[in-house]
């Protein structure tokens, strides 16, 4: 006879534990970034995509490193304000993160960093809530893009498709996603099938930190503009996850997880 799974005891004790644990191992590895590397740059990502961002650490690997996620954790590694920061001026850095935000520890030289990143645009497959950024409409007719067992799956998707001696063929006019409105799961699908891209990967730098000084750069004076404009912060919501050990993967992740990524 199967085991009830009714009343069944859980301890969290080891699971709080590991999560305090995990904190104090990033508070400790951010602060020991600081002393090892000369600058610290504040950073905002569109539409992340964690095999880009290992193609990038490992490209700079050996001269930079990597943080995001667990948002509170980075500002109480910084400092959130001047009694409390791990060096002179850190906390303006702390300040800034929220968000879709990490940071880059670095010794390069300014110019290098800032050419690398606004180099950096990889276009991808927009996923589901991403925002279609042009309206694409299928014509009534065949879709022969399409093998003829794919008519019950486009279906499921709300096309209006039927096969005609085996060919899949629209009955009707299809608006797959218009400008401007979020994308549905199904949307989403059809414009990967259709190979239409409409996502960016891109790093903005926002904020640097050398020595004490604390810089403001364009992105940053922009976002604070929009920001004050809206009256807000920003809303955006923490969700990303990179391990360097066990590779990377994407994810929700409950608010103070995270790791970094050297």
Known sequence: MPKSKRNRLVTLSRVTKKGREQKESLVEAVRAAVEEYSDVYVFEFD???????????????????????????????????????????????????????????????????????????????????????????????????????????????????????????????????????????EAATILRLLGEKMAVFRLHLLARWTDGSFELLPAGEAAAKAGSAKGSKGGFVEGFYESDEEGSEEGDEEEGGGDEAA
């Open 47 to 185: 539409n992340m995509r964690n095999t880009k961002l290992k193609e990038l650490r490992d490209e700079l690997k050996g001269s930079c490193r990597f943080f995001l996620g667990a948002n509170k954790v980075l500002q109480v590694a910084l400092g959130r304000d001047k009694a409390t920061e791990h060096r002179e001026g850190l906390h303006r850095c702390s300040e800034l993160i929220e968000g879709h935000r990490g940071l880059l520890f670095t010794s390069l030289p300014k110019e290098q960093v800032e050419k690398r990143f606004s180099e950096l645009a990889e276009p991808d497959f927009a996923r589901t809530g991403s925002i279609a950024t042009g309206t694409v409409e299928l014509p009534e007719g065949p879709l022969t893009q399409f093998s003829h067992d794919m008519e019950p799956f486009l279906r499921k998707q709300g096309m209006p498709v039927r096969l005609n001696r085996g060919v899949i063929e629209l009955v009707a006019d299809f608006t797959v996603c218009t400008e401007g409105q979020p994308l549905s799961p």
